[in-house]
């Protein structure tokens, strides 16, 4: 579970910069037939966040949101897309799209 020190919206920024990463390193290693598991510590893209913050803090937040929604799955530090991420990212608008920060959609 995530600590409670991050905020709601830190929370939907982490989240939101995750999975657009995590897209893009998919599509990446789909167009040059690479592996589409990827180092969950590889991923380093987690927006512009007060400081503070630790990797565990922002770990535990999308480990938190993966098991909430199913779009990935991640075992130990393996992170992978799962069916139904694959069809949530082929939607025009994303479940994390409508995420606000801020009090401005992202």
């Given at each position: 579970?995530?600590?409670?020190?991050?905020?709601?919206?830190?929370?939907?920024?982490?989240?939101?910069?995750?999975?657009?990463?995590?897209?893009?390193?998919?599509?990446?290693?789909?167009?040059?037939?690479?592996?589409?598991?990827?180092n969950?510590?590889?991923?380093?893209?987690?927006?512009?966040?007060?400081?503070?913050?630790?990797e565990?803090?922002?770990?535990?937040?999308?480990?938190?949101y993966?098991?909430?929604?199913?779009?990935?799955?991640?075992?130990?530090?393996?992170?992978?897309?799962?069916?139904?991420?694959?069809?949530?990212?082929?939607?025009?608008?994303?479940?994390?799209?409508?995420?606000k920060?801020?009090?401005?959609?992202?």
């Amino acid at each position: 579970m995530a600590l409670a020190r991050v905020s709601e919206n830190d929370r939907k920024t982490i989240i939101w910069n995750f999975m657009e990463e995590l897209w893009e390193n998919y599509v990446n290693a789909t167009e040059n037939n690479l592996p589409t598991k990827f180092n969950l510590m590889d991923f380093f893209n987690f927006g512009i966040l007060r400081d503070g913050f630790t990797e565990y803090d922002k770990i535990s937040v999308i480990k938190e949101y993966a098991k909430k929604k199913g779009f990935v799955k991640i075992k130990g530090t393996e992170v992978q897309i799962t069916p139904k991420g694959l069809k949530e990212f082929q939607k025009d608008v994303h479940d994390w799209d409508e995420m606000k920060v801020g009090g401005r959609k992202v």
